[in-house]
């Protein structure tokens, strides 16, 4: 189900990169999300760790140039070493249950940001909702229905 939902996410991404010139933070990002839309807690920390990111790159281009190659490699430091920090600080254990409000991965949110800086976040973050909805339906669907199928 994860090479399906990646491999989704990477085709889904070219498509609307293509005809609308919005990419969705990253060619395979959607398909990571797409597998993370029941977990609401992890969804919110990587939007607020790549958001982070967002503010931090756009700080650091104030006094330096920062844009490219180095512009990528700065934004997913960046998200890495938040991505680190929200793992080990952003869960909190209640008596019913655990919210974990890590990110997605490490590189995510570095790579959310980075689009962002190109293209505006508000338009990353709405392209990437509708590929990574677009995939998980296909995916739901593949799998006959089940909308929590098994991740291996």
């Known amino acids: 189900m994860v090479e399906l939902a990646v ?3 990477i085709i889904f991404s070219l498509v609307f990169i ?6 969705a933070g990253g060619i395979v990002i ?3 999300i797409a597998l993370q ?3 609401p807690d992890r969804l919110i920390g990587t939007l607020v760790i790549s958001l982070l990111t967002f503010l931090i790159i756009k700080l650091i281009s104030k006094y330096t140039f ?6 990528l490699v700065v934004a997913i430091l960046v998200g890495t070493i ?5 793992h080990h600080f952003l869960i909190f254990n209640a008596a019913s249950s655990t919210l974990e409000f890590s990110a997605v991965g490490w590189i995510v949110p570095g790579l959310l940001a980075h ?3 190109k293209q505006g976040y508000i338009k990353t973050i709405a392209m990437l909702s ?3 909805i677009i995939v998980r339906l296909i995916v739901i669907l593949s799998f006959g229905g089940d909308a929590f199928p098994e991740l291996y």
């Open 7 to 9: 491999t989704l996410g």
């Open 18 to 23: 293509e005809i609308l010139g919005i990419a």
């Open 30 to 32: 959607p398909g990571y």
């Open 37 to 39: 839309l029941n977990n």
């Open 66 to 71: 920062l844009f490219g190659r180095r512009q």
């Open 82 to 86: 938040l991505s680190i920090i929200s």
């Open 115 to 117: 689009w962002s800086v």
């Open 130 to 132: 509708v590929t990574s």
